[in-house]
């Protein structure tokens, strides 16, 4: 079944979250407004930084402009978007990034998604569906990306060839993830190195021990199975 998350584009002001609380993400932090260029039919570009920034002054995570994404973390069927570029992608480019870049784990990759998807409104039950399917599905793209990343492969565009990309596009509708690298490459579109700062690594991890839902889905999940013997 098509799993659909009901979004509110609301942010409240209230408190900081304490330990495994699972206050609503909105209560303290917020989130810059989504700008993305469509460069394929299921290919996008990050015109302007999203920043997820926490209100208690802990280290923001920062998805850069230029940055280049399918959104291919998350999977097909969670997919709660329809191609368009509206505000309920955001937390699914964020994930994205965390995926690609890689200053966390996987497990607080996820958790960030959680926390994001909370700060535009969406429940906790749903945020927590969300997190339970993805970080179920997503340690093997997770390991390809780490893998494509060390031969050498970078997704983020430079400020120049970004600019080019708005002012004049020259992508088409069946363009993919592969070829828009491959022109930006050959144009010298591409960044020498993609960087997050180590602070990112902080903020990744208090917000999994943050989710007290996340928590206990990852002890779970790592828990080994104990076999039952016959006739106990």
């Known amino acids: 079944m098509r799993v659909r998350l009901a979004w509110l584009f609301t942010v409240a002001a209230l408190t900081a979250p304490s330990h495994a609380a699972d206050v609503p993400a909105s209560a303290s932090a917020s989130m810059t407004p989504l700008s993305l260029t469509v460069i394929g039919r299921n290919t996008f570009m990050l015109r302007d930084p999203l920043t997820l920034t926490f209100r208690d ?24 978007w329809d191609g368009k570029t509206d ?26 998604m959680y926390h994001a998807m909370g700060v535009l409104g969406a429940t906790h039950p749903k945020a927590s ?22 031969s050498g492969e970078v ?10 990309v708005v002012q004049s596009p020259n992508f088409d509708v069946s363009e993919t993830l592969e070829s828009a690298l491959r022109k930006a490459q050959s144009g010298a579109g591409l960044v020498q190195r993609e960087f997050a700062s180590p602070a990112v690594k902080l903020t990744c991890a208090r917000l999994l021990y943050q989710c007290k839902a996340c928590v206990d889905h990852v002890t779970r999940k790592k828990t080994p199975k104990t ?3 016959k006739g106990t």
């Open 87 to 112: 505000p309920s992608m955001a937390p699914a480019v964020l994930h994205d990034f965390l995926y690609w870049y890689q200053p966390c784990s996987q497990d607080e990759a996820d958790a960030v």
């Open 129 to 150: 569906s969300a997190f339970q399917a993805v970080n179920n599905a997503g340690s093997t793209a997770f390991k390809k990306n780490g893998e494509r990343r060390r």
């Open 227 to 229: 076999r039952v013997a």
């Open 155 to 164: 997704r983020t565009f430079t400020a120049a060839y970004s600019e080019v």
């Open 57 to 80: 002054g802990a280290p923001s995570i920062t998805v850069p402009a230029g940055f280049v994404t399918e959104l291919g973390s998350i999977p097909k069927n969670l997919r709660w």
